[in-house]
């Protein structure tokens, strides 16, 4: 078991930055895939970004360039820095460990956070 809690979330001006924060209550060196999703109102979750132990990292289309995952495995934390945020950005970001399955990266997950808000807006 792992619990995951999400943190730095928050209002920010078109063209800003914000670093998101994922802490894990154990180890993480021992679990390969790690993600940050997110969740617009209206809308199904979505894969941002995902990570594996052994450094590998995926990135949706439309974070390319903009967004950056990394894993502390010292500090139990993955992370997600986000710079050039657009309105449409605006979601609920989730944290999840353990992907699994055929896919890469993968469509399923053990465990998920509880999310934390972001907001773009002028």
């Known amino acids: 078991q792992v619990q995951l809690v999400e943190s730095g979330g928050g209002l920010v001006q078109p063209g800003g930055s914000l670093r998101l924060s994922c802490a894990a209550s154990r180890s993480i060196a021992t679990i390969n895939v790690m993600a940050w999703y997110r969740q617009a109102p209206g809308k199904q979750r979505e894969l941002v970004a995902a990570?594996?132990?052994?450094?590998?990292?995926n990135y949706a289309d439309f974070v390319k360039g903009r967004f950056t995952i990394s894993r502390d495995n010292a500090k139990n934390t993955v992370n997600l820095q986000m710079n050039s945020l657009k309105p449409e950005d605006t979601a609920v970001y989730y944290c999840?460990?353990?992907?699994?399955?055929?896919?890469?990266?993968?469509?399923?997950?053990?465990?998920w956070g509880q999310g934390t808000q972001v907001t773009v807006s002028p």
């Open positions: 999840s460990a353990g992907g699994f399955g055929t896919s890469w990266p993968p469509k399923q997950y053990d465990y």
């Open positions: 990570t594996t132990s052994g450094g590998a990292t």
